[in-house]
């Protein structure tokens, strides 16, 4: 392969790129500051989130998925902002809102649709584990996990030629993806796709385990809720569950499975009752994603 690049220039020239090209609707913005705002009501909230008629429908359905398992028809935003919690609910509606954000993604390099299932699946199986471990707020661990992998997407739209290097190494070497970005770039899409969420303003709750989900010894703050993402992207690699970063399964990091300090033995239990909500919140969210 070509020499490396200048990794620090080249992460904050292709964060920079990217947020300009790919920005996150209004209404996200200004659904943060309403619920950062000390007089912010439940009906302020869910006027901005009824504004996207398209995002409303998405996060109802959801609402209503075996995801939250709720007894009652959740049949208004406003019940569902009760529910499932105003921040619980922003960031889902982040989860929601990326998907539609990356659009032209050559096929070539990367099938959005086999993509997000991927996504989706390490989020809601982080999401799955957080709940066994009696986390709260499980669904910023299911936010992190679809946006795990989000860096790979920033490289493809950025640089799809160096992509394709990458990619084709792979297939010829039979190494980590991930090594391979290391060696060219200087820097993995774990770290970028961090610098992006960081740059978008996303709390560090979800970027951090988005940029040291591949090194879970790297993070600072949130070490748990990387461990949490580090297995759980690992179990969808082993599974086959979509198309991730790599062709094959990355190492699983021992202090990390320690940290967790979960049995092999639920792993079972886990996906199986990861399953069925991996395809119905896939189906929910993936609307304008083709196959």
């Excluded at 659009?103 to 997000?116: D, H, R, V």
């Excluded at 993995?188 to 010894?217: F, Q, R, T």
Aim: glycine share 8%; hydrophobic share 40%.
């Amino acid at each position: 392969m070509p020499p490396p690049y200048n990794s620090a220039a080249t992460l904050d020239r292709l964060v920079e790129e990217t947020s300009t090209v790919y920005s996150l609707p209004l209404f996200y913005e200004h659904l943060n500051e309403a619920i950062n705002h000390p007089r912010c009501s439940t009906y302020d909230i869910s006027r901005i989130i009824t504004e996207d008629q398209g995002l409303t429908a998405r996060l109802l359905r959801l609402a209503n998925s075996p995801m939250f398992g709720c007894y009652a028809k959740v049949d208004s935003i406003t019940k569902a902002v009760t529910i499932i919690g105003t921040q619980q609910l922003r960031d889902l509606a982040l989860a929601a809102s990326v998907m539609g954000i990356f659009k032209g993604i050559p096929e070539n390099l990367l099938n959005m649709a086999s993509f997000w299932r991927h996504s989706i699946a390490c989020g809601i199986i982080a999401r799955t584990l957080a709940v066994y471990r009696r986390e709260s707020n499980v669904e910023r661990l299911f936010v992190s996990g679809m946006l795990h992998d989000v860096g790979l997407v920033v490289l493809v739209a950025s640089r799809p030629d160096v992509s394709r290097e990458l990619l084709e190494a792979q297939r010829d070497t039979g190494r980590l993806y991930l090594d391979l970005e290391r060696e060219r770039l200087g820097f993995d899409h774990a770290e970028l796709g961090g610098a992006l969420l960081k740059k978008w303003k996303i709390p560090a709750s979800i970027g951090e385990p988005v940029a040291c989900h591949h090194n879970p010894g790297s993070a600072e703050q949130f070490r748990l809720e990387t461990a949490l993402i580090h297995l759980a992207d690992i179990i969808c690699q082993a599974m086959e569950l979509g198309q991730g970063a790599e062709g094959g399964v990355p190492p699983l990091d021992e202090p990390a499975w320690e940290r967790l300090g979960l049995s092999a033995h639920m792993l079972g239990a886990v996906l199986k009752q990861s399953e069925p909500q991996i395809a119905e919140t896939f189906a929910i969210l993936s609307g304008g994603v083709d196959d």
